[in-house]
């Protein structure tokens, strides 16, 4: 491939005269000359650069490092069309902004990274940023703490071609994210997680939709105790196809029912720990188009408020539900999203009790139901398992997890679902690695997967599901309950250690004091 023909006066010469004409003396020559042409053969000379750039472009970023070096071209070729680059974002990395960027100047989707224990880059490093990559498409700032409003208005005036912005633990606040959205026409999705600038009570500027109000499509909050903030973003995102609201604190009812009192284009809704009852859920239910639902440890959440869900979001494929062990989601609301949900693909049950007449239901109206998740569930056992095997005709992928199931339920599955690619079973006491594998023997094609030797000893709870948060109460954070939390945290952490130096500890002294008794 691309290989070059030989030298000059190295080839092929008719004639026995010229061609054994002083033997010796050619011969030495010839043999240092072709050593010579095989070191500097290039193989790639003949591979066009766009050929080479989409090599180039399949390498992990190692390997990618690495062929830079090469060669001139390669490194050419190397740098203008490395469009993404992921950069640490501590301090030291400004002074060599400047030839980094003249080096890959062709960059449209940049991560900044900076970790808790270092000094990340500041307004003046994202202002040069921003100036020497105007095109942009893509950026992402994770713990870059000296980035104040100031730096964000810069990146705004700068990069108008931005289409997906993320941000987490950073120290800027709403006139930073106000100064991108009214400068981003463009963009389609934002992330904000742990964005402390906020962390002002209610006092906080609001949000605004800004010049992104047509364009902006998902929007994503996490770990926020003032996101409320962002209620004219989400309103007035009138193109608003997928929200994620994860563990934030404040009263979620009247946002939600403020964003459905018109007409809405939400196909895709995630809510996890928030502090939610059945009229939120009332009001998502006035979201036609709604497909993906997720509803994760919302306490004050009932069968009352899926049913509204069900009955009204007919086009619904993918449901998770955490009901946290509350007892508050039951059969009632299953039977209501079976009886109302024909396009089900795909269900996830944790912290749920139901039995077999809302999983009859479902097998019997879900004809479409390929992947299913039972886990944490103090009803569901043999007889439950055996009706999923014997009537989830589609079924491809299902997975049990701290269920009361034996292996009489699991031997169901030799025969039942012919559509069955994979079974995963975890924390089930009653299921031993016996009957795995013959499972395995009987449906060859068939991919089991068993935790047979790290089942605890109890039947999975709540805890098992639980994250490392604080808890979210029914009333707004104070300042007071917002410093608690960490200290709390930090507080179990160091009795941690503290266990395990003392552990240490004993164990040296014991060695230490066999040691001295040895003769």
């Given at each position: 491939?691309?290989?070059?023909?030989?030298?000059h006066?190295?080839?092929?010469?008719?004639?026995?005269s010229?061609?054994?004409?002083?033997?010796?003396?050619?011969?030495?020559?010839?043999?240092d000359?072709?050593?010579?042409?095989?070191?500097?053969l290039?193989?790639?000379?003949?591979?066009?650069?766009?050929?080479?750039a989409?090599i180039?472009?399949?390498?992990?970023?190692?390997?990618?490092?690495?062929?830079?070096?090469?060669?001139?071209?390669?490194?050419?070729?190397?740098?203008?069309?490395?469009?993404?680059l992921?950069?640490?974002?501590?301090?030291s990395?400004?002074?060599?902004?400047?030839?980094?960027?003249s080096r890959f100047?062709?960059?449209?989707?940049?991560?900044?990274?900076?970790?808790?224990?270092?000094?990340?880059?500041?307004?003046?490093a994202?202002?040069?940023?921003?100036?020497r990559?105007?095109?942009?498409?893509?950026?992402?700032?994770?713990?870059?703490?000296?980035?104040?409003d100031?730096?964000?208005?810069?990146?705004a005036s700068?990069?108008?071609s931005?289409?997906?912005?993320?941000?987490?633990?950073?120290?800027?606040?709403?006139?930073?994210?106000n100064?991108?959205?009214?400068?981003?026409?463009?963009?389609?999705?934002?992330?904000?997680?742990?964005l402390?600038?906020?962390?002002?009570g209610?006092?906080?500027?609001?949000?605004?939709?800004g010049?992104?109000?047509?364009s902006?499509k998902?929007?994503?909050?996490?770990?926020l105790?003032?996101?409320?903030?962002?209620?004219?973003?989400?309103?007035?995102s009138?193109?608003?196809?997928?929200?994620?609201i994860?563990?934030?604190l404040?009263?979620?009812?009247?946002l939600?029912?403020?964003?459905?009192?018109?007409?809405?284009?939400?196909?895709?809704?995630?809510?996890?720990?928030?502090?939610l009852?059945?009229?939120g859920?009332i009001?998502?239910?006035?979201c036609?188009?709604?497909e993906?639902f997720?509803?994760?440890?919302?306490p004050?959440c009932?069968?009352?408020?899926?049913?509204?869900?069900?009955e009204?979001?007919?086009?619904?494929?993918?449901?998770?539900?955490?009901?946290?062990?509350?007892?508050?989601i039951?059969?009632?609301?299953?039977l209501g999203?079976?009886k109302?949900?024909?396009?089900?693909?795909?269900?996830?049950?944790?912290g749920?009790?139901?039995?077999?007449a809302?999983?009859t239901?479902?097998?019997?109206n879900?004809?479409?139901?390929?992947?299913?998740?039972?886990?944490?569930?103090?009803?569901?056992?043999?007889?439950e398992?055996?009706?999923?095997?014997?009537k989830c005709?589609a079924?491809?992928?299902?997975?049990?997890?701290?269920?009361?199931?034996?292996?009489?339920?699991?031997?169901?599955?030799?025969?039942?679902?012919?559509?069955?690619v994979k079974?995963?079973?975890?924390?089930?006491?009653g299921?031993?690695?016996?009957?795995?594998?013959?499972?395995r023997?009987?449906?060859?094609?068939?991919?089991?997967?068993?935790?047979?030797?790290?089942?605890?000893?109890?039947?999975?709870?709540?805890?098992?599901?639980?994250?490392?948060?604080?808890?979210?109460g029914?009333?707004?954070?104070?300042?007071?309950?917002?410093?608690?939390?960490p200290?709390?945290?930090?507080?179990?952490?160091?009795s941690?250690?503290?266990?395990?130096?003392?552990?240490?500890?004993?164990?040296?002294?014991?060695?230490?004091?066999?040691?001295?008794s040895?003769?």
């Amino acid at each position: 491939m691309g290989q070059a023909p030989s030298t000059h006066g190295h080839g092929y010469s008719p004639g026995a005269s010229n061609r054994f004409h002083d033997h010796h003396h050619h011969h030495h020559h010839l043999c240092d000359s072709s050593n010579s042409d095989f070191h500097l053969l290039d193989h790639t000379a003949e591979i066009p650069d766009e050929c080479l750039a989409l090599i180039f472009q399949s390498l992990p970023s190692a390997d990618r490092n690495s062929c830079s070096l090469v060669s001139r071209r390669w490194l050419s070729v190397d740098s203008q069309s490395r469009h993404r680059l992921a950069l640490n974002a501590s301090s030291s990395l400004s002074p060599d902004l400047p030839s980094l960027l003249s080096r890959f100047d062709s960059v449209t989707k940049l991560a900044l990274r900076c970790d808790r224990k270092s000094v990340s880059i500041d307004d003046d490093a994202l202002s040069l940023i921003s100036l020497r990559c105007p095109n942009l498409s893509r950026l992402k700032l994770r713990g870059c703490r000296e980035i104040s409003d100031v730096g964000m208005l810069a990146l705004a005036s700068n990069c108008k071609s931005l289409r997906k912005f993320s941000c987490g633990s950073c120290m800027f606040g709403a006139k930073g994210i106000n100064a991108l959205l009214d400068n981003s026409s463009s963009l389609e999705e934002l992330s904000v997680k742990r964005l402390r600038g906020i962390n002002d009570g209610f006092a906080a500027e609001p949000i605004g939709p800004g010049a992104a109000a047509a364009s902006i499509k998902s929007i994503t909050l996490k770990e926020l105790y003032n996101g409320q903030c962002f209620a004219p973003l989400i309103v007035g995102s009138k193109n608003l196809k997928t929200l994620k609201i994860l563990r934030c604190l404040g009263d979620w009812d009247r946002l939600l029912e403020s964003i459905t009192l018109g007409k809405n284009c939400l196909s895709e809704i995630h809510l996890e720990r928030l502090q939610l009852s059945d009229f939120g859920l009332i009001a998502i239910s006035k979201c036609p188009n709604l497909e993906i639902f997720h509803l994760v440890k919302a306490p004050d959440c009932s069968n009352l408020g899926i049913l509204a869900i069900a009955e009204n979001c007919r086009v619904l494929r993918k449901v998770h539900i955490d009901g946290w062990r509350t007892n508050r989601i039951g059969d009632e609301g299953l039977l209501g999203i079976a009886k109302n949900s024909a396009n089900l693909v795909e269900l996830v049950l944790i912290g749920v009790n139901l039995s077999s007449a809302s999983l009859t239901a479902m097998a019997m109206n879900c004809q479409k139901l390929e992947r299913l998740a039972l886990c944490g569930s103090e009803t569901i056992g043999d007889d439950e398992i055996t009706c999923v095997a014997a009537k989830c005709v589609a079924l491809k992928k299902l997975c049990i997890k701290g269920c009361r199931v034996t292996d009489s339920g699991i031997e169901a599955f030799a025969f039942g679902c012919p559509n069955l690619v994979k079974i995963k079973v975890k924390k089930c006491r009653g299921v031993t690695a016996e009957v795995a594998d013959w499972l395995r023997a009987r449906r060859v094609t068939l991919s089991v997967s068993l935790d047979a030797d790290e089942v605890e000893p109890e039947a999975a709870t709540a805890t098992d599901y639980s994250l490392d948060l604080p808890p979210i109460g029914h009333a707004p954070p104070t300042t007071s309950n917002a410093a608690a939390a960490p200290r709390l945290q930090n507080k179990s952490r160091l009795s941690l250690l503290a266990g395990r130096a003392l552990v240490a500890c004993s164990f040296r002294r014991l060695s230490n004091a066999n040691t001295s008794s040895n003769p």
